[in-house]
């Protein structure tokens, strides 16, 4: 039996006397090292950081391209449906309008001339995803609000004024009359129906309030003779009020507003809502009549009024709107004369020979000039002189649009329309042509793409 080889004893490595060995770092490991700390020093510093803008800011703009008035948003559903009440079957059918809904807080009305008051506004606005025409239901035009069922009702008044398209009448237009559209909420939560309805009914309770309490100061001839009360409430949802013997709806008191209407309404609303300013100034000269005396100057503004009023009368066109009027500005001025004495020269309105009050007391000074006599006239013949200067211009722009549309062969929303259905049609013939190219080339045996490129169809690609 041999015996094994013996083997060499291994190679025992012995420590260098020179220390550990040095490993060169690699260009790699170089350039890693530098790339990692550029990323460090850029994520540690970004040059220009971008402000973060949330949903609702987004939203914001998007809705103010529709109606600029809008400040704020209050409140945002996911999804709503809208519906007409129809009369006639006593049932409810599709308004058209679906998609995202938001409650928003609208410019507030404020009257600083005959009531000083400020009426908040609030719209109910339906982004539609079903066409281009939005749904907006402004609350103040709103008569009666509640809840019935799943929806939220709105009662709108007589002129159907309160709900519009894209700041435009609906195809239902102003004919009909106590329109009436519920509205249907998706509830994504468990309360989110409940809460929005909260939310609507209040901002149209708080609106309606404000509202009723301006139409009574109206009533009351508020400004001037103490009869406005801020606090005076009026019921929650007033259709209209008496102001001089004439019966007036929410939208002529405030006629000279942004509304939905357009160029034709709005100058009617306007000289309707002029017109019931006018009474309503003739009633506070007629109570004031015997506080002025002798000198003669609540029949000189009453005068100017009653030219005012038949100018108005007249004025139903823009064809009519260049009867020249005599000036609304009222001036007063105080000099002082012999013996302690004031003199009040009052100046206007109309062109007639200015009226010389002397006094000799300090406190008839006051009363002639506190807001009670001549400071109130004059503020109101100043606000008068703004509102015929509106009525003019309102009278140029509306002819230059009618110059303009004259020319059309249609109507520009008709003209969008009809673009929209060719569009649509045109696109669902385009489906069913590559349809049938599709089965054509399928039963061949063949690319579709070889159908495209023979032009056996009338089609090809594109160059």
Request: proline share 6%; aromatic share 8%; hydrophobic share 40%.
């Given at each position: 039996m041999s015996r094994s080889t013996p083997r060499k004893s291994r190679h025992r490595q012995r420590a260098s006397t020179s220390g550990p060995r040095q490993v060169a770092a690699s260009d790699y490991e170089s350039d890693t090292a530098q790339y990692m700390e550029n990323r460090e020093t850029s994520a540690a510093a970004p040059p220009n950081p971008q402000p973060a803008r949330d949903n609702t800011e987004l939203s914001l703009r998007v809705l103010r391209r529709y109606q600029p008035g809008i400040r704020s948003i209050l409140a945002i559903a996911a999804n709503a449906v809208a519906y007409n009440f129809l009369e006639a079957t006593q049932?409810?059918?599709?308004?058209?309008?679906?998609?995202?809904?938001?409650?928003?807080?609208?410019?507030?009305?404020?009257?600083?001339?005959?009531?000083?008051?400020v009426v908040p506004r609030v719209c109910v606005f339906v982004l539609n995803r079903r066409s281009m025409e939005n749904l907006e239901i402004d609350l103040l035009r709103v008569t009666d609000c509640e809840v019935v069922g799943e929806l939220i009702v709105f009662r709108l008044e007589n002129d159907a004024g309160g709900v519009s398209s894209n700041n435009n009448q609906g195809e239902d237009g102003a004919g009909a009359a106590k329109k009436i559209v519920g509205l249907w909420i998706h509830a994504d939560e468990t309360n989110t129906r409940e809460v929005h309805a909260s939310l609507i009914l209040g901002a149209w309770q708080q609106g309606r309030q404000a509202l009723g309490a301006y139409i009574h100061a109206m009533a009351a001839g508020a400004p001037g003779n103490g009869a406005f009360d801020s606090d005076v409430q009026a019921p929650a949802a007033p259709e209209s009020s008496s102001i001089a013997g004439k019966q007036l709806s929410v939208r002529e008191l405030f006629g000279n507003m942004p509304s939905s209407a357009d160029g034709n309404d709005a100058i009617t609303a306007a000289l309707q809502n002029q017109l019931s300013l006018v009474s309503s100034f003739e009633g506070w000269l007629t109570r004031n009549r015997e506080a002025d005396g002798d000198r003669n100057i609540i029949n000189r503004v009453q005068r100017r009024l009653s030219s005012y009023r038949r100018w108005l009368g007249a004025v139903q066109s823009p064809e009519n709107s260049s009867d020249d009027l005599e000036p609304w500005v009222m001036d007063v001025q105080v000099t002082s004369g012999d013996d302690g004495e004031h003199v009040v020269v009052v100046r206007g309105p109309g062109s007639s020979e200015p009226i010389q009050i002397v006094t000799k007391e300090d406190t008839e000074l006051k009363y002639l000039l506190n807001d009670n006599y001549l400071g109130y006239m004059t503020k109101i013949c100043h606000a008068f002189s703004k509102a015929e200067d509106t009525l003019r211009e309102l009278f140029r722009i509306t002819s230059e649009l009618n110059e303009e549309t004259s020319h059309l062969s249609q109507p520009a929303d008709a003209t969008v329309k009809t673009y929209i259905r060719s569009l649509q049609e045109y696109?669902?013939?385009?489906?069913?042509?590559?349809?049938?190219?599709?089965?054509?080339?399928?039963?061949?045996?063949?690319?579709?793409?070889?159908?495209?490129?023979?032009?056996?169809?009338?089609?090809?690609?594109?160059?």
């Open positions: 049932g409810w059918e599709k308004h058209g309008a679906e998609g995202t809904m938001f409650v928003c807080e609208q410019e507030p009305l404020v009257s600083s001339e005959v009531a000083p008051l696109n669902d013939m385009k489906d069913i042509g590559q349809q049938l190219i599709g089965l054509v080339a399928e039963n061949r045996g063949v690319p579709v793409r070889s159908l495209y490129e023979a032009g056996e169809f009338g089609v090809t690609f594109p160059r």
